[in-house]
């Protein structure tokens, strides 16, 4: 039984701004906007690198904005 789990790549702010170039401040604007998936780990935003590549190839989709909350589950620690 071999299933293959697809793992998102997670990075911090500070990393995703020196991978793409950027401020640190225009990748947390992005992350507060819902712009790009992530989660909130304690104080450090932990933010999907897929997502931030495709927000800066394609630009914004009313859609993801629209549906950010939606896809959002809280769990109890």
Not at 64 to 76: F, G, M, Q, T, Y
């Amino acid at each position: 039984m071999n299933k293959e789990i697809d793992i998102p790549c997670m990075i911090t702010i500070n990393e995703a701004a020196q991978i793409v170039k950027l401020a640190k401040y225009h990748i947390r604007q992005l992350v507060l906007q819902g712009k790009v998936k992530y989660v909130k780990t304690g104080r450090k935003y932990l933010l999907n690198l897929d997502s931030l590549v495709n927000y800066l190839k394609n630009g914004d989709t009313e859609e993801r904005s629209e549906n950010h909350d939606k896809n959002i589950r809280r769990i109890k620690a």
